[in-house]
């Protein structure tokens, strides 16, 4: 059965923020963990697995365009031309996206409960209470957590690479399933690996003392590729931060087309990413 694969694609909406009372609802993530004690059928299971694969295909599209419209704002909100009307207008394209979505997650979740039996469904919500209020601990200290990692990534001013999203998602994908305490050491050793709690601000890097290496135009721009695709996977916030203080210098001697400047930031750069 499928279920799990629902799980991710319904959290949206039935989290708190969301504020309609889901008491009613049954959640895939209910039905993952009492699977045996609801006795699902062979033929309510075969039912999930259609509300799935339907839901998979009409998510899709409605999934990009929340995506293409996040991004939109994002870097309308970082452009120097900002106006009021601007961000409202693009917001709304955002509301309208993230509405459509919700749409559908939740006649996914009627579509869920409409599989069970009266009895089924009196029995997972009573199964659903209990685990809410078990868990609610160790859900509120996971949630701490990676709210400090999420602001001391978003204070970066840069995007996410893939790897960090991988681990988070491997998070979410504990938690959605209900592997709470898996969740909780999966995101104690990202906590460790992001260096999350070593001293936030480093020292201020003296590039001079490196060697340009090649400064000829074309090789430098493969450098700076090589770099940009190494830097790309970090996942260390001290690394990042040091990164950054380089990524200035090189478009401060890029703007002097000082090439031997370039040089030394780029193997400095070279070395911290162990090209």
């Known amino acids: 059965m499928k279920i799990r694969q629902l799980i991710a694609f319904l959290t949206l909406i039935t989290t708190p923020a ?5 008491s009613g609802i049954v959640t895939p993530e209910t039905l993952v963990q009492h699977r045996a004690a609801l006795s699902l059928t ?3 299971e075969t039912t999930l697995t259609g509300i799935y694969e339907g839901a998979k295909t009409e998510a899709a599209p409605l999934e990009e365009a929340v995506r293409t419209e996040e991004a939109k704002l994002g870097e309308l909100l970082r452009g120097a031309d900002l106006t009021d009307a601007a961000a409202a207008a693009q917001l709304q394209l955002l509301l309208e996206a993230e509405s459509k979505l919700k749409h559908l997650q939740l006649k996914t979740l009627v579509a869920l409960r409409a599989s069970l039996t009266p009895d089924q469904l009196a ?7 209990q685990t809410a209020a078990e868990t609610a601990p160790l859900k509120a200290e ?4 990676a709210a400090r990692l999420k602001a001391a990534f978003d204070a970066l001013g840069i995007p996410a690479s893939p790897s960090l999203k991988s681990r ?9 399933t209900g592997d709470l305490a898996a969740a909780n050491e999966s995101l104690d050793r990202l906590i460790v690996d992001t260096g999350l709690e070593e001293s936030g601000e480093g020292a201020v890097i003296d590039f001079s003392g490196q060697e340009p290496g090649d400064t000829d135009l074309e090789i430098l721009k493969q450098r700076y590729e090589a770099v940009e695709v190494a830097a790309s996977e970090v996942i260390s916030l001290p690394l990042l931060r040091q990164l950054i203080q380089g990524r200035d210098a090189l478009e401060l001697a890029k703007e002097n087309e000082d090439a031997e400047q370039v040089g030394r930031i780029l ?9």
């Open 18 to 22: 969301f504020a309609i009372d889901f």
């Open 42 to 44: 062979a033929e309510q």
């Open 123 to 129: 029995k997972a919500i009573t199964l659903a209470g």
């Open 142 to 145: 996971i949630e701490a957590k």
């Open 168 to 176: 988070g998602d491997e998070v979410m994908a504990l938690i959605n």
């Open 267 to 275: 193997t400095w750069a070279e070395s911290v990413l162990g090209l």
